[in-house]
């Protein structure tokens, strides 16, 4: 099944700046409350972007009615809606699916049945404040750029090639 709908929000310049600096999550959703899909069948997911203070919808992608049949080929048009998101978090998970979404930098998350988006964007607003957990903090570490100075003190203790 392909995408059918996509709404992205577009907000200020001042919005936008902050907008560089947020993660990006996903939410397996029907009602766009609460996560209560299977990320195969996921028939949408919300997308917000998250730091330790504010949070934003930012996005919705819509791909209708879905089985969870097995079929791998729609996973592909899915992990694409997700570019730039950190992690997804569903009810469950396949393993196919995991692995493709972990290739792509997306954490897959597993969540209890009906477990309110809000909730879990304030979870993970709790956790950047107290200090990310192992995967959270691995993810920050990959939207930041590669420092280039980051070799200068092994050149400086005398390291060669």
């Known amino acids: 099944m392909t995408l059918q709908r996509r709404l992205q929000l577009v907000g200020n310049n001042s919005e936008g700046q902050w907008m560089g ?7 397996a959703t029907r ?8 990320f ?5 997911f919300a997308i917000y972007a998250v730091d330790r203070e ?3 919808f930012v996005e919705a992608c819509e791909f209708g009615d879905l089985d969870m049949d097995g079929n791998e080929d729609k996973l592909a048009e899915k992990i694409t809606a997700l ?4 992690a997804v978090y569903s009810q ?18 597993k969540v209890s049945p009906g477990a309110a988006i809000s909730d ?3 979870a993970l607003q709790e956790e950047l404040r107290q200090g990310p957990g192992s995967w959270l ?9 590669a420092d280039p100075g980051r070799f200068d003190a092994m050149e400086t203790e005398g390291w060669e090639e």
């Open 40 to 44: 195969g069948a996921a028939q949408s």
């Open 83 to 86: 570019d730039g998101c950190i």
């Open 21 to 27: 600096s947020a993660l990006k999550v996903a939410f």
């Open 137 to 145: 903090a691995k993810a920050i570490a990959s939207t930041l750029p």
């Open 92 to 109: 469950a998970v396949g393993a196919s699916a995991i692995t493709q979404l972990k290739a792509q930098g997306i954490q897959p998350v």
């Open 120 to 122: 879990l964007v304030e």
């Open 54 to 56: 504010r949070a934003c």
């Open 31 to 38: 009602d766009m409350k609460h996560v209560d899909q299977h």
